[in-house]
């Protein structure tokens, strides 16, 4: 991912709320690399990802045009929810950015709580 | 409206596309001042005002904190689209920062064109 | 606060990570209430309260046009670093919508750890 | 670029707002491909690009996860200002999403009108 110049504030660097949507693209593309479309997830099962807690600890801040690695991982599953963990670098240097986590509950098209379809089980690592 | 530090980018001024966001603001803004919520027009109604164009002219910029004026006004309205005007200041210097305008059409809410209500032609000085 | 229509998803629930932006709105008008502006702190003293870490838990999803009230408090301070809580209710419900925090470190005008300036004591309640 | 969720609004489609940013991204890789960092500009050459006018017509909503294809040309410069025209297309049906442009002015570190450095003539045609 690139830093974009509307992510940036005038302390020169990255807006502390960017990273969590950062932590949003990470996530999607985690679920495409392991053949789910989280859009289909919504569109086709009426599923979806409520974020229940967001977390986010800064290390170095990130610069504009800078190239980030967000690396994503589940840390744990079931069927009601899930928690996942992001640590994100600078591509050039290496360095360290920040790490984070998010909560979710799986939700309903209504809304309400939902119980993860069986076929996803895998994605999750729930069984 | 007071600027946000979200707003700023590292140029140390307000990002260009927050002046839409802040349009949007003074929509809402102008509607409610005549007795109408937006919220009310998309819930109750089914009536969307999908934005078609949008343009800014950017005078002098805004910064951290300023608190900035908004002045709404329609120029020109039918059954079927609407365009409305916009004039952004500085409050303290009374300094102007913008201008710019929005053009929209009303929608249905399964995203089709659609007619104004008849209650909402005083509104938008239809007749 | 007022939630502006572009702070929603298309969950057609405020995004997650506008909640954090919700919290520096918070924290600035908690200095502003105590007489001190933000902006003086950074342009006059060269202070900056750099966010080294941000928590948020999402309790009732927050709507299009709902008025948020935030209620700022200062978990605990020193020269050095100072943390936040932030509750976050509906106004008209009075239902919570989310409660977090925010960890600082003061950061002087070329971005290295920085103690407090002494008139800022009062303020984080420092001694 | 891939539509992220937090770019969407509570219609379904991507907030009016961002179409804006997108600019500014196929702006920056339009500098790229011909060689040219714009960060590098700011920061070596305390050249800046601010924005005076910006302009989007929306001819069909980009939704969640698309990938959009911005075509970026410049449609005249000189040593003063320049305007950018921006195409952007949905990549899987071909499909027009919008089109629009910006108009900047040469800006020095302080903020004042300058002119465009020699070495970056070619990149904006100016002779």
């Known amino acids: 991912m690139r830093v974009r110049y509307a992510e940036t504030d005038q302390m020169g660097v990255v807006y502390h709320a960017n990273y969590l949507i950062w932590m949003e693209v990470g996530r999607v593309e985690y679920f495409r690399a392991a ?16 974020v229940v807690e967001a977390n986010c600890r800064y290390i170095a801040p990130a610069h504009y045009d800078d190239e980030v690695i967000i690396r994503t991982s589940i840390e744990e599953a079931n069927k009601r929810s ?4 992001y640590h994100m670098r600078e591509a050039e240097s290496d360095r360290k950015l920040a ?3 998010t ?8 809304m309400r709580p939902a119980k993860l379809p069986e076929k996803y089980w895998p994605l999750f690592g729930v069984s």
């Open 103 to 110: 909560r979710h509950f799986f939700l309903s098209h209504d």
């Open 82 to 85: 899930v928690r996942l963990n």
């Open 99 to 101: 790490e984070g986590f």
């Open 35 to 50: 053949g789910i479309r989280y859009r289909d997830m919504e569109e086709h099962d009426g599923i979806r990802l409520a």
